[in-house]
């Protein structure tokens, strides 16, 4: 038996992938159990790390997950790499619904959706060599027979930009750059069609995490894999990501493509997120974008604020915002918003845009136009990905595609 050549896909990939979605995720949610101390330990409560999120990543694209720490980011990746089980909702990929496979059902996809692991000192065994590290996979799921595991291995050490002759060295001999190519190579062994890469850089030498960002490029680019790349600040997703989607505290706040978002964003948490990110245009001009602080640190998941779980800390809360969760709207072909005062920056309006949700507010009206304004929000507040409808926030109606 000939060894099969790692797959590279033919054509040159557009944008973001082809478009058609690889991963389609709705209301994905993972709760975690808070028990009481003691002999007979009961549920408390529940650490609402992951609420409901829907979002799409498209075959051979890229989406990017940013938020601050403890907004469950992390928690998305795991779930959708089953290495936690969902507590509620879908994950389509290639349409099958793995939140319903049981674990022996998920043993093929496993192959096909690989992680990279924030912390490359801890997520490489230092007692196994790295063509023990990188052969594992390749021996487990059989993908090549047993005399080529390590041809197949070296193969994999060139193609992340280490020496292939090292394959019998410890992960110690490596710097935190190398770790992470390795793990990059155990990720790829199993030729995924999507890798979820969990804040991949963060713990590099900031001129290290260029370099292995562009190897991540140049993978995505020559394998036509699709990414969820995890990351807590606007500024490492930003050349990596045609699609960013902003969480906070469980939930997608803002989700669009790189110009609406770091151009155009609606929410005032991503506004605040941007504001943190060096804008070389605007030093070019001798400009800087004002920075706007976010007081106060982010609520516990266990007792998330009612409405809005942004509310407590936004300059623009207003008593709605503590009754009513606000949707997720689609405004633009490629951007939804959650917020009741969407709008840009210093441009928010002063009414809710979401108002005919609610009849029942304090001077709010229930006739029939109300009604249909109601349901046109709706209509483009269900899905993940993109609909060929979307609210316009100025006039209040539906424009098409
Ligand atoms: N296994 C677990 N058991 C209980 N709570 C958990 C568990 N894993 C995560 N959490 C909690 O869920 C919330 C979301 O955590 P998560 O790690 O997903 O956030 P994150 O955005 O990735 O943050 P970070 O950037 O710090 O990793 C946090 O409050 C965290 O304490």
Redesign the pocket.
Same mark, same amino acid.
Not at 67 to 76: A, D, H, I, L, V
């Given at each position: 038996m000939t060894t099969p050549p790692i797959d590279r896909p033919a054509l040159p990939l557009p944008e973001n992938g082809t478009g058609e979605p690889l991963l389609e995720v709705r209301n994905l949610t993972k709760w975690?159990p808070v028990n009481s101390s003691g002999v007979i330990r009961r549920t408390i409560g529940q =650490?609402q790390? =992951?609420d409901g999120v829907s979002f799409t990543v498209p075959k051979g694209g890229a989406l990017g997950l940013v %938020? !601050?720490? %403890?907004? %469950?980011?992390? /928690? /998305?990746g795991r779930v959708i790499t089953r290495l936690?089980d969902p507590t509620a909702g879908e994950m389509f990929f290639e349409g099958q619904d793995m939140a319903k496979l049981s674990k022996k059902q998920m043993l093929p996809l496993r192959r096909e959706v690989q992680m990279i692991f924030?912390d490359p000192y801890s997520s490489l065994n230092p007692r196994h060599t790295v063509g023990t590290i990188v052969g594992v996979p390749l021996r487990v799921h059989k993908v090549v027979p047993d005399n080529k595991v390590l041809s197949r291995v070296q193969e994999l050490l060139e193609v992340v930009g280490l020496n292939p002759e090292h394959y019998n060295r410890y992960p110690n001999e490596f710097s935190g750059g190398q770790r992470q190519r390795i793990g990059i190579a155990r990720a790829l062994a199993l030729q995924p069609k999507l890798l979820v890469a969990? !804040?991949p850089v963060s713990a590099l030498d900031v001129s290290i995490q260029a370099q292995v960002v562009n190897l991540l490029q140049d993978v995505q680019r020559e394998f036509g894999i699709a990414f969820l790349f995890?990351a807590?600040d606007l500024s490492i997703v930003r050349h990596f990501c045609p699609e960013v989607a902003v969480?906070y505290l %469980?939930k997608i706040v803002e989700i669009a493509d790189r110009e609406s978002l770091y151009h155009r964003a609606m929410h005032p948490y991503t506004q605040a997120l941007l504001s943190a990110v060096p804008d070389v245009k605007q030093a070019a001009i001798g400009g800087r974008r004002e920075r706007i602080r976010l007081t106060g640190d982010v609520p516990?998941?266990v007792d998330p604020p009612s409405g809005c779980r942004f509310r407590t800390r936004c300059q623009l809360a207003q008593e709605i915002c503590a009754r009513h969760e606000p949707p997720l709207m689609q405004i633009g072909p490629r951007q939804k918003v959650a917020c009741h005062f969407a709008g840009e920056i210093g441009h928010h309006p002063a009414q809710p845009v979401t108002a005919p949700l609610y009849p029942e507010e304090p001077g709010a009206s229930a006739s029939a136009q109300t009604q249909e304004s109601a349901d046109r929000i709706r209509e483009v507040s269900s899905d993940p990905g993109w609909g060929p409808r979307w609210l316009d926030l100025g006039s209040g109606s539906v424009v098409e595609r």
């Open positions: 975690f =650490v790390a =992951v %938020g !601050e720490s %403890g907004c %469950g980011k992390s /928690t /998305t936690y924030q969990d !804040e995890i807590h969480m %469980g516990s998941p």
